[in-house]
């Protein structure tokens, strides 16, 4: 288990002065950080068809990008190339817990634990991110600068790769085994590595307005929801065919907000949304699918451990009814499951003293079962 050192302030000061508002180098944030994966079992896992990864290097001069699987990496040399595998927090429980000392920040603001490995003079370039990273690093050492956030002009350095031009660093440091960098959206920077490293970034992103009512317009076509025509009864002469007046846009506009004060609709929309993985789960089910009461059995002396990137979530709104969100999925055990609720979803480790007080609930017990053999949760002593 690692655990956040922070250098003489609290987390309650970072998230006033530096969350979201400068980046910050933390020397040392883990101490005696060992990789939670080799390169090898990285390399292993940009084989397989269902993890994403990516190879960045440069040929001639010119950067080049390439999506996975990857077979083989002896055409590239010793030097100027980095893979990237995404989400790796979904498919090692080593790296998954490398989330954990970022609990501080909600968990539906999470994005994922991408891993590169990079040999001398590897990178990926100078670029922007619009979201929120904790870059720890590894083994080896990489020389990392970040610009202020401004008007930075950003181009197509290839296809795949969008850069930004040169930028005068406000910090520009060698990270080691165990320093952390945390860069807010918008920051320009460039890491290169010295010798062969590996970097390990815990990723927070936002949802912009677009893609909310993006979400929301899904979701009121998947539940055929939203379907109440605009009434305008009793309505004055018009006169003007082609206006569209005052009166009529604030009915438009009433309608509209009639939606979005539906706190319910709202609950389960974004509820579904943000519990949604957008990389593939790590998902085993069981050759021998547990009973219930087999499942209830076996809790007595072990524990429920969540798999890697799988999200759950409940809103204030509903969560007296029992309502949570488990993968994009709505499961409502009623309000005699209310409590139970933030149980299941505030804990990635579910023992089962913690269980047993609900084990009796067949609403409950069902789900657990269900979710258990299809590989949502395991079975760890």
């Avoid at 920040?105 to 990926?124: A, Q």
């Avoid at 060698?174 to 290169?192: K, S």
């Amino acid at each position: 288990m690692h655990t956040l050192h922070l250098p003489g302030f609290t987390l309650e000061h970072f998230l006033e002065h530096y969350w979201q508002r400068q980046p910050l180098l933390i020397r040392r944030g883990f101490r005696h950080f060992e990789d939670p994966i080799s390169p090898d079992e990285l390399a292993g896992l940009a084989c397989e068809e269902q993890v994403e990864s990516r190879l960045v290097y440069r040929r001639d001069g010119r950067w080049q990008a390439e999506v996975g699987p990857f077979d083989s990496y002896e055409r590239l040399g010793e030097r100027e190339w980095c893979l990237i595998v995404q989400a790796a927090n979904h498919w090692a429980p080593e790296v998954q817990a490398l989330v954990e000392p970022f609990s501080f920040l909600p968990k539906w603001r999470l994005d994922d634990v991408m891993i590169s490995y990079s040999t001398p003079d590897g990178g990926v370039g100078p670029h922007i991110d619009r979201y929120d990273v904790f870059i720890c690093q590894g083994s080896g050492r990489r020389r990392w600068r970040v610009g202020a956030r401004g008007n930075h002009r950003e181009f197509a350095a290839h296809e795949a790769l969008l850069h930004t031009d040169p930028f005068e660093p406000i910090i520009d440091e060698v990270l080691e085994a165990g320093d952390i960098l945390y860069i807010p959206p918008g920051f320009p920077h460039d890491g290169v590595t010295l010798e062969n490293a590996m970097s390990f970034s815990v990723g927070f992103r936002a949802k912009s307005a677009c893609d909310m009512f993006s979400a929301l317009a899904d979701h009121l076509i998947d539940k055929e929801l939203g379907n109440e025509l605009l009434e305008d009864a009793g309505r004055p002469l018009h006169t003007q065919q082609g206006r569209i007046d005052g009166a009529d846009f604030a009915r438009i506009r009433a309608q509209l907000q009639s939606v979005l004060d539906n706190e319910k609709l709202l609950a389960d929309m974004a509820g579904g949304y943000l519990s949604r993985t957008k990389c593939q789960l790590d998902l085993q089910a069981l050759e021998s699918p547990y009973e219930e009461h087999e499942l209830a059995e076996a809790l007595a002396g072990g524990a429920l451990v969540r798999t890697g990137g799988l999200r759950c979530f409940y809103v204030d709104g509903t969560v007296e009814q029992g309502v949570c969100y488990v993968d994009g999925e709505r499961i409502a055990f009623g309000p005699q499951g209310s409590s139970f609720v933030p149980v299941l979803c505030d804990h990635e480790r579910l023992d089962g003293a913690l269980l047993a007080p609900w084990l009796s609930q067949p609403a409950i017990l069902a789900a657990l079962t269900r979710w258990v053999n299809a590989g949502y949760w395991y079975l760890a002593d």
